[in-house]
Nanobody, 129 residues
């Protein structure tokens, strides 16, 4: 049974930082694409960042570029999302996801959520102004 469990969310003021973690069990992330998505109330799910199976290629949505950093630890079977300079518009539920492919796919619209096979339950991030 594959499980992805996110943690690290919380409430912070604008300009603050948070570090999200995703612990994966029942599935080896090594060599496979991992991503973070978010969804705010009333909005569509948005791809935030992904990292390919080799760890050498990453992608960030324009809205978070320069502020968020995705990383993977294959030995611990975890993926993280370091978030800094947080803005109120970053408020959302954040989800970790795993895709059974090595190379993460990006379309003209950004990350392709259909590529991902496994999802976590999410962790809430709330940024106040």
């Amino acid at each position: 049974q594959v499980q992805l469990v996110e943690s690290g969310g919380g409430s912070v003021q604008a300009g603050g930082s948070l570090r999200l973690s995703c612990v994966v069990s029942g599935y080896t992330i090594s060599g496979n694409c991992m991503g973070w998505f978010r969804q705010a109330p009333g909005k569509e799910r948005e791809g935030v960042a992904h990292i390919d199976g080799g760890g050498g290629s990453v992608y960030y949505a324009e809205s978070v570029k320069g502020r968020f950093t995705i990383a993977r630890n294959n030995a611990e079977n975890t993926v993280s999302l370091e978030m800094s300079s947080l803005k109120p518009e970053d408020t959302a539920m954040y989800y970790c996801a795993a895709a059974r492919v090595r190379w993460c796919r990006t379309t003209a619209a950004g990350m392709d959520s259909h590529e991902y096979n496994y999802w976590g339950q999410g962790t809430q991030v709330t940024v106040s102004s």
